[in-house]
């Protein structure tokens, strides 16, 4: 009798080994064979799978090679460093190629009408890539991440939150925060020989004023603890960011184990998820008391969220998904618009003749002794918005983005299979010629900057 329930168990232990086997070797080996080789009638062809790793030694050769180069001052080719694995393939298959990440497919998309294709998808076919369960515990799946009807809902109510009249509202709070900060240089300056100080690191310190204005603007009267969320999902950001880069091969269950980084993950998470719903409750109380939901970032939110908000008859969004929006707004908006300040910054310290224009513009719209306080007169600062989408353009923080195909489908007739992710080299096609006459739907309204801005400003050497 207990022979037989051990032989039974060993043949129910060879099933399941050998289907396991099975399944590995098809998702291994026999589908990306049969994807390559189905892309490759197609016309597309890329770097040959490699098993389990896919291509992404050879991705991580190409930028640790280039990661020490030091960039030519006017020269605005970053490809070698910020997409060295795009730069190398297209040289070999041309701007749409097939490449592997891990043992998922990565077609790589330079081609604008296809990329049109993939932004502008209604039937749901190009969906969000799934950032993995790290990323989405950090960030939540706020907008940046929500797809479908979940993007919907929200999108719904966070809007309200960022039409023009809206943010015109926050200009001032934005003023006063740089005003702080350029404060502190001018005193620096005063106190320097010859009247003239360095700033040793402008990154850092634009780092810090977006996070000031990010704390107002979002949180307003309860800025304090807004900046606390804020310094305690930056601890989580560098936890998070460093456990994934010396992850090595995943081990499961490796996050629930109580090791001193996952105890202080676990303890910036609670503190994270506490403080917001803190900050949430205190609105919400202090508009029943007739006081408002305020009018910051959350409290537009909330207030669209209520029955009677544009959310709909009842509140769209659960005090989970409240709080996945707070963290976007951090994520979303802080180091992108520090990126943006800081390369503007440095085009204007190698373009003076720039510099000039800027300064006397600023000096004519708004008057010497004043900063731009309010929305309107932001508007007037014509060239100085051109500058902005220049850099945008040449600098922007996002360098690529990605979509999954939902089902079997078609892209720029060519057929592609269910879980294809499709990769947009934003940085590149930025530099692509076609890219200055064509309007994809990300940069609509760019097009005037930056045909007139690139003479003078875009020098361009791919
Ligand atoms: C210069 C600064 C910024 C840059 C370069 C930038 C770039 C981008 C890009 C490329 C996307 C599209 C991502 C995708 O579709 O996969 C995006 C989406 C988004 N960004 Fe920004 N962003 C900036 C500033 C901000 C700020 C200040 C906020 C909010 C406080 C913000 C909030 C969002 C949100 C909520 C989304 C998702 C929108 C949606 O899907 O409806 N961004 N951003």
């Known amino acids: 009798m207990a022979s037989a329930a051990v032989l039974l168990l060993v043949a129910l232990a060879v099933v399941l080994a050998s289907w396991m086997l099975t399944a590995a070797m098809h998702r291994l080996v026999w589908r990306p064979y049969a994807v390559a080789r189905a892309f490759r009638r197609q016309g597309i062809r890329g770097p040959e799978y490699r098993f389990y790793v896919g291509n992404n030694e050879e991705s991580k050769a190409l930028r640790v090679a280039t990661a020490d180069d030091v960039l030519d001052l006017r020269s605005h080719d970053i490809i070698p460093r910020v ?13 749409v190629f097939l490449a592997w990440a891990g043992h998922m497919p990565a077609l790589w998309v330079g081609d604008h009408e296809m990329v049109k294709q993939i932004l502008s998808t209604k039937a749901g076919m190009f969906r969000k890539t799934d950032p993995g369960p790290s990323i989405l ?47 502190r240089w001018v005193a620096r300056a005063a106190a320097a020989d010859g009247g003239v100080a360095r700033v040793e690191n402008v990154g850092q310190e634009f780092g810090e004023l ?24 930056r601890e989580l950001q560098y936890i998070v960011f460093s456990t994934m880069n010396n992850a090595g091969l995943p081990l499961p269950g ?79 908006g802080h180091e992108t618009t520090a990126h943006l300040l800081t390369w503007a910054v440095f085009l204007l310290g190698t373009h003076p003749e720039w510099q000039h224009k800027l ?36 600098y922007g923080a996002v360098t690529m983005l990605m979509r999954t195909a939902a089902a079997d489908g078609e892209l720029g007739g060519v057929k592609i299979p269910k879980g294809t992710m499709t990769m947009i080299p934003l940085a590149m096609m930025h530099r692509d010629e076609d890219a200055l006459v064509q309007s994809l739907p990300f940069n609509s309204g760019w097009e005037g900057p930056l045909t007139a801005v690139s003479q003078p400003l875009l020098k361009v050497r791919c």
């Not at 797809?147 to 015109?168: C, I, N, S």
């Not at 508009?287 to 939110?301: I, Q």
């Open 254 to 332: 490796r996050d629930c184990l109580p090791t001193k980084t996952n105890v202080r993950r676990w303890q910036l998470t609670k503190k994270v998820r506490g403080t917001l719903m803190a900050i949430i409750r205190d609105r919400q109380a202090a508009a029943k008391d007739a006081r408002g939901y305020g009018n910051d970032l959350l409290g537009l939110v909330l207030e669209a969220n209520t029955p009677t908000g544009t959310g709909g008859q009842r509140a769209a969004m659960s005090m989970d998904e409240i709080i996945d929006e707070c963290k976007t707004f951090f994520f979303a």
């Open 137 to 183: 515990a950090l960030m939540g799946r706020g907008l940046v991440f929500a797809d479908g009807e979940q993007w919907t809902r929200h999108r719904r109510v966070v809007h309200p939150a960022f039409t023009m009249d809206k943010l015109k509202m926050m200009a001032r709070t934005m003023a006063e925060c740089a005003d702080e900060v350029l404060g």
């Open 359 to 394: 300064r006397e513009e600023v000096l004519r719209e708004c008057g010497s002794t004043t900063v731009p306080l309010n929305g309107d007169s932001l508007k007037k600062l014509k060239l100085t918005t051109m500058v902005l989408y220049e850099t945008l353009s040449l």
């Open 83 to 95: 997409l060295p694995q795009y730069k190398a393939w297209m040289a070999s298959y041309g701007k």
């Open 210 to 233: 977006t996070a000031d204005v990010i704390s107002h603007t979002a949180f307003g009267s309860s800025y304090r603890e807004g900046k606390e969320v804020f310094l305690a999902q």
